[in-house]
Each structure stands twice: as C-alpha cells, then as structure tokens.
C-alpha cells in the first residue's frame, strides 16, 4: 500500500519538485554570480509559456521520441519509488537517454547531431560508476531490492563512501552542470547553439524539460538510498544530506568552466577506477 | 494560461552592427543590469527565442540570415532593433551595401535608438516589447488556430 502512495506522489509532485529546484538553483547561481536572479516560480512559467508557444515540428517523430524519454523515465523512477530493483531502475534509466538522443539525431541540425553524439560519450562516462553504485548496493545489503536496502541497521553509506563521491561526480553530468555540460547546457551561449535541444521548440522542449524534472527526482531518490536506513529519523538526515548534495552541485556548476570531451571521459573513468573500484574491492574483501 | 511575457527569451543577431550595440546588449546580462530578473534568458536558438534582438543595419550577406532567424522563431514574436544603425541604417545609410533599418527585411515592433544605446534604453526597449508580445497573444488566442 505504501508502494501506492510513493509512486502515485512521485508521478504527481516530481515535476513540481524538479522545477522548484530549478528555480532555487537559478536564484542561488544568481546570487553567487551578485546578481538578483529570477523568482523562484520562472522555471514553471517557463514551461507554461513553451506550451502556449507556436507549434515547430521539425520532423514527425521527434515529438513521439520525447514523449517516450519521458515516459520511459516515469517508469524508471516509478519502479525506484516502489521499492523495486534497482539494476533494473539503472538499465530502464539509460533507455530513456537513449530516446533522447535518437530524438536529437533525427533532425537535421548539425548542432543537435553534435550534441547526440556528445550525449552518447556522457553515458560512456557515468555509465561505469552508475552500474558499481548498484554492485555496491548488492555487497552491502545483500539485494538490489530498494525496499530491502531502506531496511538495513545501518546506512548504506558507512560502506560504500567512495562509490557516493564518484556518483556525486558523475551526476554532474546528469544534472547538465558544468564542467559537465557537453550535449547541452542550461547556460546560453556555447559553442554549439544548444546542442541536443536545438530543434525542440515549444511543446517539445516543454516535454524534454519535464522529464528532466523527474529524472532530477529519480537521481536524488538513489543519493537518498545511501543514507537512508530503518531508523526514522536517517529519512530527516537524507533529506538534509541531499539538500547539502544540491548545494554542491550548485557550486561545482559556477566555479568550473566545461571540459573539453576527452577529459571529460578520463576523469569519470579515473574517479570511477579510485573511488568506485577500490570501495568495491574493500567491499568484496571485508563483506 | 500563461502569458508569454513572463519569460522571453532573448535571441540577439549583429546584422552588421560595429559591436558598441553588441557589447551593450551583453551588458544588460551583467550583475548591475541583470536582465534575468525578468526571466529572460540569452538564448542562442531561434526556435527558442520571442524576442529577436538585432543591431546594425542590414546589408548584402546579413540580409537572408535576418529572414532565415525570423522565419525559424514560432509565433508570437517581438523584433527590437537596437541603436541607431539597425533602426534606420545610421550613418552607413547611404553605403552602398547597406539596405538600411532591420525594417526594410522584416517587420521591427520597437526601435531602441542610440550610438551605442544605452543598456538602461535596451532594457525599456525589451520591457515595451513585452508588453507588444502580449498582445500578439491574446490577438493569436482569439484568432483560435493551434497556436
């Protein structure tokens, strides 16, 4: 029954928490850059006004294939907040990208081709540490079960710290902040217009920017699982811990410039090998 | 439903501006101007943009880039020519590449004038022409159509 009721919330307030956090990161970039910044609501009269905008189809599936990436990401994030495994949630969640950026490539744009092919060396790059976490998992608790891994005496994270730094380094690349924004950028100005989203317009990109709401929700869900375990009051301190991880990622967006492909590849791959690997061989080793 | 003025975004083109416009404009984006209070954001995408901001006056080889940036940005649209030079050719008027104003391509909603303008005259120019894209709105909306 509470599955129920987490999945039902999830579906409904994801959205409306993705976009707050937008709008807090808008104004707290703001803020460190000295500006005013917008209100808290622009991302949602963002989306209000993309909806209302001029239809632009630019081709007639690339509408379809958004539609999918979010869908597919409502499942991913639906079996996460069910308690369901969560390999499966890690593999459903790189099947929504890659709707993405079939999307991107099927327009003529050689700036979204670009950034498809840029979107396709991002995964290569977190894909590694984002399988490890869930290894990890395993070896800690036992199951890939998330509503097993929320029941353990002790938190995940006690075991695995390495894998949660390497996993707070590569959701940079998730969350589209540089030094990580190669396919496309929430910052204007770059050098390739606006990589992947550049013939999404309107309802388009309207639908690709909800589905980053939830994707953003369903990241956040596994930084919960690290620190989240069957006392009631680790949900209090995961919370605060996430607000912290927001915080970070914030920062780490506005005192870095983007790197250039190739370092962006090695560092994932380095930090995964030192933090992901050596964490999962202590794991394997003292478990 | 929402209306558009709550957040233009902003495409801004140099049709062949000598860039004192261009560094103003850019300069409306820095911490003392701060235009994204107004939720605006410098987008470099057409088909994202409902403002189109273009400085300079328009000659020979800008003249089918303007029409291609205008004809790729969906309804309801604004165009706001920055200084002097892109409202009426300025001191090239009488060049012989020079077309003259942003007008003489594409229907222009607000002129903001000046040599360079001021960041202070480009933000009431955006401010005016939000307003104007409002109107495009409502006037689309009741027209009916898919919009």
Known sequence: ?287 | MSKVSKSPWLLHYDASSCNGCDIEVLDCLTPKYDIERFGIINTGDPFQADILLITGGVNSQTESVVKQIYSQMPEPKVVVAVGICACTGGVFKECYNIKGGIDTVIPVDVYVPGCAARPESIIDGVVKALQILDEKQTALRQNGGDS
């Not at chain 1, 409904?12 to 000295?34: E, H, K, N, T």
């Not at chain 1, 840029?118 to 509503?147: C, D, I, K, W």
């Open chain 1, 1 to 287: 029954m509470m599955n129920v009721v987490f999945v039902i919330a999830y579906l409904v307030l994801a959205p409306f928490i993705g976009g707050l956090l937008d709008g807090v990161d808008r104004i707290i970039s703001a803020r460190m850059q000295r500006r005013k910044g917008p209100g808290l609501l622009q991302p949602f009269y963002d989306l209000g006004k993309l909806f209302s905008k001029e239809m632009i189809a630019v081709n007639n599936v690339q509408l379809l294939l958004n539609l999918s990436y979010l869908v597919i990401l409502m499942i991913a994030g639906s079996m996460l907040f069910a308690g369901a495994d969560l390999l499966m949630v890690l593999f459903i969640l790189s099947t929504a990208d890659m709707f993405l950026i079939m999307a991107a490539s099927s327009d003529s744009s050689p700036y979204a081709n670009m950034g498809a092919s840029r979107e396709m060396l991002q995964m290569m790059a977190y894909e590694p540490l984002t399988l490890l976490v869930a290894v990890g998992f395993y070896l800690t608790t036992g199951s890939f079960h998330v509503g097993d891994i929320i029941r353990e005496p002790v938190s995940a994270v006690a075991w695995m710290p390495g894998l949660l730094v390497g996993f707070m380094f590569t959701t940079a690349i998730k969350f589209r902040k540089s030094p990580f924004d190669l396919s496309t950028s929430h910052h204007a100005h770059q050098e390739m217009v606006k990589g992947i989203t550049t013939e999404m317009s309107g309802t388009t990109l309207a639908i690709m920017n909800i589905a980053e709401y939830y994707e953003m929700v369903l990241l956040f869900g596994i930084f919960f699982l690290f620190f989240v375990n069957s006392t009631w009051w680790s949900w209090i301190v995961a919370f605060v811990i996430c607000g912290v991880i927001f915080f970070l990622e914030t920062l780490w967006d506005n005192v870095s410039a983007r790197v250039k492909w190739k370092t962006l590849l090695y560092s994932c791959w380095s930090v995964t090998l030192v933090a992901g690997g050596v964490n999962i061989l202590i794991l394997m080793l003292v478990k």
